[in-house]
């Protein structure tokens, strides 16, 4: 069936960065769009990006340009965000999911990583 | 940058109609998404460009959107519709995604 795996959680130091994978299964991983969504604990959801694993465009929302990287290796279906310069606030919980294309659905959901930033 | 102001909460008697609104600027020239979300579960997406929705989700799920403000309608509701639920919709002058501040339906 379609998912998406996620790696597992991670604790880090303010200053820091993190690293968290998406694998893709179930679908051609280089016909879909991946977002990378976050929840901080009672919030709502925030986009962070997007990528194109096919060509490897990358668009980024304007409060992390600078401080996230979306990357891929297609030959594992596997897109990568990393953050740096962590700081508390960015403690939350790390969602990729897939789209069709910018402005679309994003229809399938990764289970979540929990990023907990703490010193 | 293109906000969407959702309702804090909305409640519903067991069996009614829960409606759940999403204002933007004109939201009704764009496609909007909407997504349910459980505690401590991803968000699984209800209803696609305003009123498609996806396999395996029920019909009592049905959505619109015009002028100002989209509507997700959740009929004959059910204890296991309690959720928060967002819309989110594309914003072309940004390039990004946008989701609105979520609505937490309360099913009495």
């Known amino acids: 069936q379609v998912q998406l795996v996620q790696s597992g959680a991670e604790v880090k130091k303010p200053g820091a960065s993190v690293k968290v994978s998406c694998k893709a299964s179930?679908?051609?991983?280089?016909?879909?769009?991946i977002n990378w969504v976050r929840q901080a604990t009672g919030q709502g959801l925030e986009w962070m990006g997007w990528?194109?694993?096919?060509?490897?465009?990358?668009g980024y929302a304007q409060k992390f340009q600078g401080r996230v990287t979306m990357t891929r290796n297609t030959s594992i279906s596997t897109a990568y965000m990393e953050l740096s310069s962590l700081r508390s606030e960015d403690t939350a919980v790390y969602y990729c999911a897939r789209s069709l294309a910018a402005a679309g659905s994003m229809d399938v959901w990764g289970k979540g990583t929990t990023v907990t930033v703490s010193s | 940058s293109y906000e969407l102001t959702q309702p804090l909460s909305v409640s519903v008697a067991l069996g009614q109609t829960a409606r759940i609104t999403c204002g933007g600027n004109n939201i009704g020239s764009k496609n909007v998404h909407w997504y349910q979300q459980k505690p401590g579960q991803a968000p699984v997406l209800v209803i696609y460009r305003d009123s498609n929705r996806p396999s395996g989700i029920p019909e009592r799920f049905s959505g619109s959107n015009s002028g100002n403000t989209a509507t997700l309608t959740i009929s004959r509701a059910q204890a296991g519709d309690e959720a928060d639920y967002y819309c989110?919709?594309?914003?072309?002058?940004?390039?990004?995604?946008?989701f609105g501040t979520g609505t937490k339906v309360t099913v009495l």
């Open positions: 179930g679908y051609t991983f280089t016909s879909y769009d």
């Open positions: 990528m194109n694993p096919n060509s490897g465009n990358t």
């Open positions: 989110q919709v594309w914003d072309s002058s940004t390039a990004c995604e946008v």
